[in-house]
Structure formats: C-alpha cells, structure tokens
T-cell receptor
Framework: GQQLNQSPQSMFIQEGEDVSMNCTSS?????WLWYKQDPGEGPVLLIA?????ELTSNGRLTAQFGITRKDSFLNISASIPSDVGIYFC???????????FGQGTRLTINP | GAVVSQHPSWVICKSGTSVKIECRSL??????MFWYRQFPKQSLMLMAT?????????EQGVEKDKFLINHASLTLSTLTVTSAHPEDSSFYIC????????????FGPGTRLTVL
C-alpha cells in the first residue's frame, strides 16, 4: 500500500507566486528524492537528500530532509510557466531498498 | 550525465501479441534497473527489479510469466509484455541505478503501450 502521503494533490497559482509541497510518512527514510514529470515523459530528478536535516537548493527549488526522517518538503520560489507539471516525492525506507512514491502534486500556473 | 533512454516511445498492438520495450543507460553502467507502470493520473508503481545477469525480482501481484524481464548487460534491460490485453495498456517507465539497490534512480522517458 501507499507509504507516502503527499500534499497537496493539486495547486493552482499565479505566475510569480511561491509554491510549497510536502510528503510525510509513518516510516523512517534514508533517502528523499523529488522528481518532476511532464505529460508523456518520465520523471526527472530535481533534488536528492541523504541526511536528516539536510537543506538543498537547485536554482529556485529548495528541499529539506526532515529531522525526524519521516518527512520532506519542496519549495519553488517565483514560479514560472515551465514549472507546470506533476511533482513526486520518493524515498527509500530505512531497512528497505525500493523506492516508494508519493501520489504526486499537480501544479498549474495561471499567467 | 545519467541519461536513460527507452525504445519505443509509444507502441500500439493487437490483443494477444507480445511487445518488447528496451531500456538503456547511455552514459553509465547500471547495476540495477527497475520497471514501473503508471496508469493515468496515478503515481508510479514498481513492477520489478533486475540486476545484470540474474533473474528479476517481481513485486507482489505482477505476473513474471506475463512481464518478462531480461537484463543482459550493464546498459540494457528489456521488458516483454506477452500476450498483451487491453488492460495492459499503460505508461511503462524504466529507471537505472549505478550503485545498485538504494542508489539514486534515473528514469527513462517512458513507453506508452496501447493494446487494441
């Protein structure tokens, strides 16, 4: 079953606004990853996090690995039209080796 | 770096036929490759994990005789959907990891399979 809860499921924002999404779980994770998927394409890795408390940026994107190792957030600042897409969190649970995915956050931007 | 390709990008086939999808890591050697299936507006669901030169490990509920996986080299894995039926229509995505299980996965662009 689904082990990651990702929210929100969808977002409708104005261009230029900041965006925040997060993933939580009852399990402890060793790795958190954030991917973006465009329609008809495979997911593209945005940010990888490997240590509790780690805060990493990639341009306008910032993600953090929660201290409890059970959550992570992704922020996008000053959104632009090409940010439209579906964002997935994914992680590797402690003691496991498979990647589990959140349900995705669909981002829509009004120009 | 870390580019993964898939071929074909889309395929339409008749019910009962078999379809082969290739996944290649172009600029790194992939110890482990993964196959996922994604239905419309849903997340990715892992089907199987394969290591070069060994049998694939299938997730619960995935028929290994229907979804044949071959990982013949460190840069190529294939998924064959045998005797395809309309319910097999989906978006199939592979990923590859250089360091094996637990390493960061890089995804291919996906293959859209439509079974008539």
């Amino acid at each position: 079953g689904q082990q990651l809860n990702q929210s929100p499921q969808s977002m409708f924002i104005q261009e230029g606004e900041d965006v925040s999404m997060n993933c939580t779980s009852s399990s402890i994770f060793n790795t958190w990853l954030w991917y973006k998927q465009d329609p008809g394409e495979g997911p593209v890795l945005l940010i990888a996090l490997y240590k509790a408390g780690e805060l990493t940026s990639n341009g306008r994107l910032t993600a953090q690995f929660g201290i409890t190792r059970k959550d992570s957030f992704l922020n996008i600042s000053a959104s632009i039209p090409s940010d439209v897409g579906i964002y997935f969190c994914a992680g590797i649970i402690q003691g496991a080796q498979k990647l589990v995915f959140g349900q995705g956050t669909r981002l829509t931007i009004n120009p | 770096g870390a580019v993964v390709s898939q071929h074909p990008s889309w395929v339409i086939c008749k019910s009962g036929t078999s379809v082969k999808i290739e996944c290649r890591s172009l600029d790194f050697q992939a110890t482990t490759m993964f196959w996922y299936r994604q239905f419309p507006k849903q997340s990715l669901m892992l089907m199987a994990t394969s290591n070069e030169g060994s049998k694939a490990t299938y997730e619960q509920g995935v028929e290994k005789d229907k979804f044949l996986i071959n990982h013949a080299s460190l840069t190529l894995s294939t998924l064959t959907v045998t005797s395809a039926h309309p319910e097999d229509s989906s978006f199939y995505i592979c990923s590859a990891a250089a360091g094996g299980l637990g390493d960061t996965q890089y995804f291919g662009p996906g293959t859209r399979l439509t079974v008539l």
